[in-house]
């Protein structure tokens, strides 16, 4: 599934409507896929991601327990996926960008 996200999302905009099914009014949102990482101020940063471009060397983090996902959400340190614990719910998380609010 990330493949999927990455081809549609990565590096461009694209609505959401265009990869997932829907006629909700959110589906018109055109957005990007990104990377966010905490800096030393505390705050989040934003950064694209396309098969070859990224602020980490890595594309994903697997969580081996929910303490693994708290820090991850805490600072994702870069990486745009996260693929939960098995017991944890979905089975891929990722970050996307409005393109015309800049909201992450």
Known sequence: MHYVLLEFFGGKECALSEAFDTDQPWGSRKV???SLKCGTDGRMWSFPVSWDLGSSDRLGFKAS???DVVEFLNNPDGKCFLFPDNH?????SCFVQDVATKDS
């Open 32 to 34: 990007t896929l990104v």
């Open 88 to 92: 944890m719910g979905p089975d891929l």
């Open 65 to 67: 327990n929910p303490q």
